[in-house]
């Protein structure tokens, strides 16, 4: 008897136990050799970017979280492999973030996204009380402009019942049902939902292993679609 296997969905995990801190790089000279892939986090300060590369990864003082957002404004590595990294993008649009800094900001971003071929998917992060605002949709666009892939993280749900979660996730999903590169799930760092299904994204992108090519993201400009208020 020929047993044919069931089909499965069992493409090999990434495997995040030996991460480890790589560098900070203020711009993208400074950003290690564009080798490999990479998976960059990014999102408005205070979304919970910090505490999600922590749960993430299950080490508590990866990235740093802090209760004064806006701090950290520099781009971080963290080397998973030789061959994988991930990225944590400063946060963006605090309001007592000085506007020179909110300049910075955007230039450093915009030539990160603009030239960084190992970034092979974005993940962004939104507070699940308060998705979609303008910094979001610019990532949005951008993604969709750029044909970079995106998750979306709508982080905090511990925050809702369970049923207000639903109805936030659903609601984010139709707004975004155009966004075919687009996907969304609900995450809480501190009650630990949501790291299966990170992790099985980050690992679809490390197998598919595609590196970006300059050409679709000529046009895609975060400085076309960036807000100049949030
Ligand atoms: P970042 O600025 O995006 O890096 O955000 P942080 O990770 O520093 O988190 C900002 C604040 O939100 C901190 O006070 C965290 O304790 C809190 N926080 C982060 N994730 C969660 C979560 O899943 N649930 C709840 N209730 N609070 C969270």
């Not at 007592?96 to 071929?117: F, G």
């Not at 490390?206 to 050409?215: A, E, I």
């Amino acid at each position: 008897m020929v047993i044919i296997p069931e089909p499965t969905n069992n493409s090999p995990r990434v495997d995040l136990g030996n991460i480890e801190f790589l560098k900070s790089a203020a711009n993208l000279s400074h950003c290690p050799d564009d080798t490999g892939l990479e998976v960059a986090f990014c999102g408005r300060s205070n979304a919970g970017k910090s505490s999600a590369i922590n749960y993430l990864t299950g080490q508590n003082k990866l990235a740093r979280t802090s209760k004064t957002p806006g701090r950290t404004q520099l781009i971080n590595f963290f080397t998973v492999s030789d061959e994988f990294r991930l990225v944590d993008l400063p946060g963006y649009g605090y309001a007592k973030v000085p506007t020179r800094m909110k300049r910075d900001w955007h230039e450093n971003i915009d030539n990160y996204l603009r030239n960084r071929l190992s970034l092979t998917g974005l993940v962004l992060l939104m507070d699940i009380r308060h998705p979609l605002k303008a910094f979001d949709h610019t990532m949005i666009n951008w993604s969709a402009q750029a044909q970079m892939p995106l998750h979306i993280l709508l982080t905090k749900c511990d925050k809702l019942k369970r049923g207000a979660q639903q109805a936030t996730l659903l609601k984010v999903k139709r707004e975004l049902a155009d966004q075919k590169s687009t996907t969304i799930q609900l995450f809480s760092s501190t009650h630990e939902i949501g790291q299966k299904l990170l992790l099985k994204q980050l690992s679809d992108w490390v197998n598919q292993g595609h590196r970006g090519d300059l050409v679709s993201r000529q046009d895609a400009s975060l400085s076309e679609v960036i807000p100049s208020a949030d």
